[in-house]
């Protein structure tokens, strides 16, 4: 995984704003690995487990957020370490789903965004089996409710961190509920904000000094705390 400078990683953040999470995640995992596969084609495990790794890397190894329990609305905070996180598939190909005595290789980036338009989750949950399903002619075979739950479930077996679940018991009303993490979505919004601080920080030092953004990010961050503790004395 190659490391962003923050001048790469505010290129990174004017490129991804505005577009859906899928995208961002997918546009991220590109500029640091710009060597391999596309990621679009990853596993949606092995995506989200680089999407955590690569937040480790840019603002440290522990997520921490929160949530809102569902039946009283109070605030549950949580963190995850990405290093605890179980390994992904690899996408090499021998990965698959079994369902129903037939083979589903496992959904990647592109796969969802397939189907992302269809507003019925059954029908696009049959889109998304159809596309993964490697028989010769998938749209000829019959798709029961049963088949397609069951191809969920190998799915998710076969590849758990395509979903990450978070389990939490509320200390407010001890309710217990389950709740995905995005990992692309929480990057995305620690680069947001990290962004939003690194142009904070260019604008202060450009008005004090009339340094332009080149030379304010070629200092050592050392320097640069300096001379913003400075700035804002």
């Known amino acids: 995984m190659m490391a962003l400078t923050q001048s790469e990683m505010l290129g990174l953040w004017e490129r991804g704003r505005g577009l859906h999470p899928l995208d961002q995640g997918v546009l991220a995992l590109r500029a640091v690995f710009s060597g391999a596969p596309d990621p679009a084609d990853w596993s949606l495990g092995r995506r989200n487990r680089a999407l955590a ?14 949530t809102r329990c ?17 390994q992904a ?18 959904p990647t980036s592109r796969d969802l965004a397939a189907v992302l338009p269809i507003a019925d989750l059954g029908e696009a949950a049959r889109a998304l089996a159809t ?4 028989e010769q002619d998938p749209q ?16 998710a077996a ?29 990057l995305w919004a620690e680069m947001d904000a990290g962004a939003r601080r690194l142009l904070a920080d260019v604008h ?14 070629s200092l050592s961050p050392a320097r640069r705390e300096t001379y913003l503790a400075r700035v804002r004395a």
């Open 53 to 66: 790794e690569l937040r480790g890397s840019m603002f440290g190894r522990e997520l921490r957020g929160w």
């Open 70 to 86: 569902k039946p009283c609305g109070g605030q549950i905070e949580f963190r995850v370490d990405v290093l605890e996180l179980p």
């Open 89 to 106: 598939s690899d996408g090499d190909g021998d990965d698959v789903a079994v369902a129903w005595d037939r083979r589903y290789r496992l």
């Open 131 to 134: 596309r993964c399903c490697l």
């Open 140 to 155: 000829a075979q019959p798709w029961p409710d049963a088949e397609i739950e069951a191809v969920g479930d190998s799915m």
């Open 158 to 186: 076969a590849d758990p961190l395509a979903e990450i679940r978070l389990h939490f018991d509320c200390p407010h009303c001890d309710a217990s509920f389950d709740e995905s993490l995005d990992p692309a979505a929480f």
């Open 204 to 217: 202060d030092l450009a008005i004090a000094y009339g340094w332009s953004e080149r030379e304010i990010f």
